[in-house]
DNA sequence: AAGTGGTCTAGACCACAGC
DNA sequence: CTGTGGTCTAGACCACTTA
């Protein structure tokens, strides 16, 4: 349990901007160097990646400063968070299926192979934020859990994802979903389909979230 | 004119493994250190790179391996190259103008300040893809290139951005656009509404994005 | 001339996998 | 035990800006 000395730093340098004006630099890399003992391409590595989440960013020749918080580069895409177990939600259906032409080729199995459908209603502070319609390759699906869907989504969210893909789809909110979300009929929303990818590049998970969009909206800060 | 030495082994790395199936292993650190007679850090300088970009994955204590290609991290969200100058458009409509509280609302500037506004049709292989509302504070466009619209279009493209916020919304085609984008009555589009901001924090342009779902889809890669 | 970030080296030790 | 990626050091030179 030995935290590298970069993190360490990059906390330290946190608690110092805390209270300092956007773009006002911070000190230099040679300061920084003598002021925590380190050396100078671990206090760049704990810079580095303070710039990368937006926190900092550099000049050349110049200095480095203090970023404006509003430029904190956060995705906060919904379907990214789907195994999230933090939030509130409601199972709505769950079975094991197999033969269904549209969901194999999105999971990229053979028809005949089964997958896991959970179909999921999200809450926030008691309203309808988004119904997923979850769609799991049974073969990654460990056996020891799939006794009992909370178990699932639990290994699921351990999975080590090697990328997310997703494509944002607009249309009109589904009849059937209509009433579950509380959003009246003929509503323009967007559905998020999103592909959960491990490592090795096979699919693990595909996701539909029909987003309320009186509950939640979708924001990127790149 | 001197390219940095990990750029260039990260372009060595890629044609290594154009040919190279995805989970095969690449040579370790130290076997690549030697080969392109550079040190560690330099080498894995140029992996980091290549990992943050989704080519390749390290596996503690195991190696570093290829990634398949569809798991390259890339952000293909419409408004982002807003200002890219490669695509074909037309421009609609063009005034500077003050005096409207939403706008200056979105551009943080008080609403006596001035704005740019464009309307733009961009075009994919002769079909409208999408209708770009920009606006962009007038006091941030150098005066030299006022006198001409594209010349405000080029000097955007060259404005270094610290990040792009991005706000999706699901939404009716509005009917004035409906025409242009050669989308019928009533489709359910999404309008992408983004803030470009500057390093120091201040907005340059607040762009609203109308796309024509059956010429762009909305796609990320994280 | 002094100071900055950007790049680079040639070592070193660590924890962990697999044999 | 060997090899891997992960971390770390104490220097160095460069191009550039500012004074």
Redesign the pocket.
């Known amino acids: 349990m030995?935290?590298?000395?970069?993190?360490?730093?990059m906390e330290l340098i946190r608690d110092e901007i805390r209270n300092q004006a956007p773009n006002t630099?911070?000190?230099?890399?040679?300061?920084?160097e003598k002021k925590y003992?380190?050396?100078?391409?671990?206090?760049?590595?704990a810079?580095?990646l303070l710039?990368e989440e937006g926190v900092l960013y550099?000049?050349?020749?110049?200095?480095?400063f203090v970023a404006d918080s509003k430029l904190h580069k956060k995705t906060d895409s919904h379907a990214l968070n789907s195994f999230d177990l933090e939030c509130d939600y409601k199972i709505i259906y769950f079975d094991v299926k197999d033969e269904n032409r549209e969901v194999a080729q999105k999971l990229e199995i053979s028809t005949h192979d089964q997958f896991v459908r959970i179909v999921r209603l999200n809450l926030q502070n008691g309203q309808p934020e988004s119904l997923d319609q979850i769609y799991i390759v049974r073969l990654m699906i460990d056996d020891s859990v799939m006794n009992n869907i909370l178990n699932i989504l639990e290994f699921s969210a351990k999975i080590e994802t090697g990328s997310v893909n997703q494509v944002f789809v607009p249309m009109i909110v589904p009849v059937k979903f209509a009433n579950l979300l509380n959003v009246k009929i003929n509503t323009p929303i967007i559905c998020v389909q999103s592909k959960i990818n491990t490592k090795n590049g096979r699919i693990y998970a595909y996701i539909e979230s029909y987003l309320n969009p009186e509950a939640k909206s979708i924001e990127i800060t790149i």
Chains 1, 2 share one sequence.
Do not use: F, W
């Not at 030995?2 to 730093?9: D, R």
């Not at 003992?37 to 590595?45: E, G, I, L, Y």
């Not at 550099?58 to 480095?64: A, E, F, K, P, S």
């Open positions: 030995t935290i590298p000395i970069y993190q360490k730093i630099p911070i000190l230099s890399e040679r300061e920084l003992n380190a050396s100078r391409m671990t206090v760049r590595k810079i580095d710039v550099r000049v050349q020749n110049i200095g480095t």
